[in-house]
């Protein structure tokens, strides 16, 4: 998975916590658990603030 996959990241994350409120997770939580997810393999400088949100928006989307 690369930064850019966001959908399947978004899912991953739903998976990975189901608990959590996607709209409360802070960029910097963000960040790590996407690095995190299992097959994720991509580099850590290529994220930005763009891509975070997008990752964030489509967990939220996920979840409703």
């Known amino acids: 998975m690369k930064w850019t996959d966001i ?4 899912i991953a994350l739903s998976d990975a916590h189901p608990d959590v409120d996607p709209k ?7 960040y790590g658990w996407v690095q995190e997810l299992p097959g994720f393999d991509d580099d850590p400088r290529r994220s930005g603030e763009k891509i975070l949100e997008a990752i964030q928006q489509a967990w939220i989307d996920d979840v409703e």
């Open 24 to 30: 409360t997770v802070r960029f910097t939580e963000l």
């Open 7 to 10: 959908q399947d990241i978004a």
